[in-house]
């Protein structure tokens, strides 16, 4: 029963949150300068003032402030995000048809790094002075640090250009014909790049982490206990320790998760992957606001549904959760 | 057959097309073309978009009455024929028999009238059309364009994207045709390759239209655009043999290292029509020291053009001296070039009234850049005007529509801009320094506010000079005149470049580019 009450108090604070998403992104982008009437005579080469005037009148851009919020929002809140006049096309359309791509690269990208990444950290923390473990170390720290967007040409150069392995840019190559599994293979493929490049930057996080946490548990009394029990070091670790130290790990890959987004842009951008983030990228850049509005307020929401299913991970892991509302 | 008899043919292949030249080379038929696009078309119908990336794909899918060759004589294509009156008042365009649209349609004089009509309510380039006060249809094949005064420039206005022959049947449905659904999909054209998929920012897949109006084009089966915004992925998927072709490329870096692979040929031909320019723009209409003539040119004698085109176009780019690019035949080369000279600029700078400060300095100005690729010239000009005693601050870039607004609206001292001529210097040069044109608001417009009577009357005689010698004369004049009075001091082309593999037969080396029909390039073996 606590559990619903928990999922019902959530879902009233999301659809707060999510109001007060709409309001201050529109007021942001209120405040940026230029408008979409400039990109557009940009990608025109040129405009004159009666064809500036009118995307400024057909965007609402003419009418005052408060007229243009208050549109804004209750149209979103009839669940119509509005229609791109950049790209020519309902922004719903635009957001689905992004989505899948952004998705699949990022759960494949977390999931590897996840499980990589708790490997690395159990394994150098067992053995916290061994050589391994500043190998370990080493890693976690230059895919942390070094730019994604330098990553991501440098392995360009190398598995492309030098070795031509894997191929440079988008999710398929257009020239190939065949079943699904040939096409799936293709899209496998085109991914083993960008999936390293966002991989490597979670892969850090989860490995230090996982090492610090697992370096704590292994230090507390029940693991001695254990020890004294009998027990083999295989035992505790598995049975006895990981349980215990995962609890920071699934927080923060539910946090990461979240920030699907913002972790694609530029992986997005070097590989020419369709995602979302490219398009977030091209229509900030475009002052394209229903685009942009649409996909703020979509990642709102998934950060939303990620933050909950999060909670409901750590209740699952955790007992000492359950009791808190 | 051996590997080495093969290579031995080939060698004697090689060695008969040397002997030959190039037309002993047939084209062949068939064959997939991959192409770069640097940015996703916002939709594929050239008659209400302007620009590069609408350009590419849209001109293989509408043929325009004319194309132009390499030396700006224009060929036919759409139309057979076509002929100015006496009096420069009309234009009688004879299509050609026969022609249809990707449905079948024929392709008649209703339509040319439609698309003039479009183009002329919709295109951002009103200059292109706003002479022509009808178009009569006396037959199918024969369409005149009436003229309320001579307009030269109309010839360039109907070849490349500029005119692409839309069917009335299908955008004249009463729906706006800038947000035409069928701009994007199920597109219904009259060129060489139909469109087979439009996926935004991925790809656009195009395929030979089997009735295209000349017999046995185009040769290519199909192009594909892959859409990669990153200039850096691009040069590596040229290089990998990814990609067959890229036009457009600008990143000097990239292309010197290009340069060097032997699969791949890089050129700079094909952009004299496109005419695309690097200047520093002065805002003479502010009240600081811009509207001194004297101070103008005196910054363009402390800027060393040499460093530009040495040092940061690394050698890619074309000295300009003028508003009209140097591959235009309009173009006056005879015209001030302020070779770098300090001892000029800062007698300039004392004659016209301002003195040294006790610190060295003599005023301060602001300079913006247009384009993160001009972010080195912005530098170059502070550290080369601080030897006069102008103290510059370089506004960093945020974003175009943050730098349009700020310009646009006339706040700014001096800026770095990239404007393109796009081919008659009415279509692209006038806007920048009529002083009809001067639009808070609207970029590239005189955004200068320069105002001089003396090159207005010579744009609105240009404009309408059918002789073509006496057109140049008028034109030599106002460049000579702007050159003088230097509302921006022009530098260099930009470094454009198309880059192609030695696979590929008949580049688009013409005057416009990747905006020429491809019904001529073909894949070798």
């Known amino acids: ?325 | 057959m051996t590997k080495h008899f093969k290579s031995m043919l080939a060698a004697t292949a090689l060695g008969s097309i040397i002997a030959f030249g190039a037309q002993a080379e047939e084209p062949v038929r068939g064959g997939t073309l991959i192409h770069s696009l640097p940015q996703n078309p916002r939709h594929l119908n050239p008659a209400v978009q302007s620009g590069i990336a609408t350009g590419a794909p849209g001109t293989q899918l509408f043929a325009a009455p004319l194309r132009y060759d390499e030396d700006w004589t224009p060929q036919p294509y759409l139309a057979e024929s076509w002929d100015w009156s006496d009096d420069g008042l009309s234009m009688t365009l004879k299509l050609v028999k026969g022609a249809t649209f990707h449905d079948g349609k024929p392709i008649t004089s209703e339509d040319v009238a439609f698309s003039v009509k479009t183009v002329q309510e919709n295109h951002p380039f009103k200059s292109m059309f706003d002479v022509v006060t009808s178009v009569e249809t006396p037959d199918e094949n024969t369409a005149v364009l009436k003229l309320s005064q001579p307009h030269p420039a109309l010839l360039l206005a109907m070849s490349s994207q500029l005119l692409p022959i839309i069917p009335k049947h299908v955008y004249g449905d009463g729906q706006d045709v800038k947000s035409h659904p069928q701009n994007s999909e199920n597109v219904v054209g009259s060129g060489p390759f139909k469109l087979a998929e439009f996926n935004r920012d991925q790809n656009i897949v195009l395929e030979r239209y089997d009735d295209f109006f000349i017999e046995g084009r185009p040769y290519l089966d199909k192009i594909v655009y892959r859409i990669i915004k990153d200039a850096s992925s691009r040069a590596i998927g040229l290089e990998n043999g990814e990609l067959h072709m890229a036009t457009f490329e600008a990143t000097v870096r990239n292309i010197a290292r290009m340069k060097k692979n032997e699969n791949l040929i890089v050129t700079d031909e094909g952009y004299a029509a496109v005419g695309p320019l690097n200047w520093l723009a002065f805002n003479t209409g502010s009240e600081g020291p811009l509207s001194d003539k004297r101070v103008r040119q005196a910054i363009a004698y402390s800027i060393d053009k040499q460093f530009i085109l040495k040092a940061i176009m690394q050698g890619l780019s074309t000295d300009a001296k003028t508003g009209i690019h140097p591959g235009s035949p309009l173009y006056n080369d005879d015209v001030n070039s302020y070779d770098l000279d300090l001892d000029k600029a800062n007698a300039l700078l004392d004659e016209a009234g301002f003195e040294r400060g006790a610190d060295g300095n003599r005023f301060s100005l602001t300079i913006d850049y247009g384009n993160p690729t001009t972010k080195a010239q912005a530098e170059f000009t502070k550290a080369s005007l601080a030897k006069v005693g102008i103290d510059v601050s370089v506004n960093s870039y945020v974003d175009f529509p943050t730098w349009a607004q700020k310009i646009s609206n006339h706040n700014f001292d001096m800026t770095w801009d990239t404007v393109f001529n796009w081919g008659d210097p009415v279509i692209g040069v006038h806007r920048t320094y009529s002083s009809d044109n001067i639009k808070p608001g609207v970029i590239w417009s005189n955004t200068q506010q320069y105002v001089n009577p003396e090159i207005d009357a010579l744009m609105e005689q240009g404009a309408k000079e059918i002789d073509p010698a006496k057109r140049k004369e008028i034109y030599a004049k106002f460049q000579e005149i702007l050159a003088e009075d230097l509302p921006v001091y022009w530098t260099n082309t930009l470094p454009y470049h198309t880059i192609y593999s030695t696979k590929v037969g008949n580049p688009p080396l013409g005057i416009w580019a990747s905006g020429s029909p491809y019904d001529l390039v073909y894949l070798k073996e």
């Open chain 1, 1 to 325: 029963m606590a559990i619903f009450m928990t999922i019902l108090q959530r879902l009233l604070y999301a659809a707060l949150l999510l109001i007060a998403v709409l309001v201050l992104n529109f007021t942001m982008m209120n405040l940026a300068p230029g408008d979409i009437a400039d990109t557009i005579a940009a990608s025109m080469g040129g405009a004159d003032a009666e064809m500036m005037e009118q995307i400024r009148a057909e965007y609402g851009l003419d009418q005052p402030f408060p007229v243009q919020l208050l549109a804004y929002v209750s149209r979103v809140l009839s669940f119509d995000l509005g229609y791109s006049y950049f790209y020519n096309a309902p922004v719903t359309t635009l957001i689905f048809e992004k989505l899948p791509a952004t998705l699949l690269l990022v759960l494949v990208a977390q999931s590897l790094a996840l499980v990589v990444g708790v490997l690395l950290g159990v394994f150098s923390a067992r053995h916290p002075n061994g050589i391994a473990n500043y190998f370990v170390t080493l890693i976690a720290l230059f895919g942390y640090a070094a730019p994604v967007f330098w990553t991501g040409i440098l392995l360009l150069i190398a598995f492309s250009l030098k070795i031509p392995l894997f191929p440079v840019a988008g999710m398929s190559d257009i020239t190939v014909d065949g079943n699904f599994f040939v096409k799936a293979v293709d899209v496998a493929h085109h991914m083993v790049l960008p999936v390293i490049t966002l991989g490597s930057i979670f892969l850090a996080l989860y490995s230090r982490l996982s090492r610090a946490s697992m370096l704590e548990v292994l230090g507390s009394d029940y693991v001695r206990t254990a020890k004294a029990k009998g027990l083999s070091q295989r035992e505790i670790v598995l049975k006895h320790a990981l349980k215990n130290a995962l609890p920071p790990v699934v927080t923060l890959a539910g946090l990461q998760f979240s920030a699907v987004i913002s972790g694609a842009v530029l992986v997005e951008t070097v590989f020419s992957w369709p995602g979302l983030g490219q398009l977030a990228l091209t229509s900030i850049l475009a002052r394209d606001t229903p685009t942009i509005l649409g996909i703020l307020f979509f990642s709102a929401l998934v950060v939303i549904i990620g933050n909950l299913l999060t909670d409901l991970v750590l209740r699952a892991i955790d007992p000492r959760v359950r009791g808190r509302a």
